[in-house]
């Protein structure tokens, strides 16, 4: 398989698979206590980015901070979405039950899997997510239940840019909540907390 990943089969009354996302720089080990605390239950899928910008992982390339590689955006999104499917058929499990939980970097590659590709991932955490492409046409996102984490004060992710991506995501049918954090762009444990209300109300 064409991505390093971390495979962790959950307890078989789960079904859901969470796929884990990290940030620029970081590798398929960051987000794993992540996922111990939205659903120690469920399956993870964790993935390190295959784009190295000056040996930082990450999943697709940019120009500068805040200015994306359409074309690799692109590009990588279909490699990932790929992937699933061919992890979902090496470890057995349904791809309709792929959620991503993705900060920063990852946020931006999972919100590109729901902006490019129709039922890429059966719904999403982002944390610190910024819109990863403008005018195109969304598919269809009717019954996507989605969380996004932000900072009032983010300066890589502006709040403007928080509330674009959930009217976004809104245009296209889905169901988004937002928590504001007071901080920047750093991921915090309240967030995380949230989270997982939200995970246990929807999902
Ligand atoms: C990105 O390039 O995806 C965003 O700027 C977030 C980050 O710094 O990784």
């Not at 932000?150 to 991506?165: K, M, Q, V, Y």
């Amino acid at each position: 398989m064409k991505m390093k990943h971390i495979f962790r089969e959950g307890k078989t009354e789960s079904k859901n698979v969470l796929l884990l996302l990290h940030g620029t720089g970081g590798n398929e080990q960051d987000l794993l206590p992540i996922a111990n605390m939205i659903d120690p239950e469920a399956s993870v899928l964790s993935v390190r980015g295959n784009v190295s910008e000056n040996g930082m992982p990450r999943f697709f390339k940019r120009l500068r901070e805040g200015v994306f590689d359409e074309g690799d955006l692109i590009h990588r999104t279909k490699e990932l979405d790929e992937f699933l499917d061919e992890a979902a058929e090496a470890y057995g499990f349904k791809r309709e039950n792929v959620i991503a939980a993705g900060y920063s970097n990852g946020a931006n590659i999972a919100g590109s899997l729901l902006f490019h590709i129709k039922n890429s991932l059966k719904g999403a955490l982002l944390f610190h997510a910024m819109v990863p492409r403008r005018n195109v046409e969304l598919p269809d996102l009717t019954d996507k239940q989605l969380f996004i984490g932000a900072g009032e004060n983010d300066p890589i992710c502006p709040p403007e840019e928080t509330t674009e991506l959930k009217k976004m995501f809104e245009n296209a049918g889905a169901t988004v909540e937002v928590f504001w954090e007071k901080y920047g762009h750093q991921l915090t444990e309240a967030e995380v907390k949230e989270a997982r209300k939200w995970y246990d109300k929807t999902q």
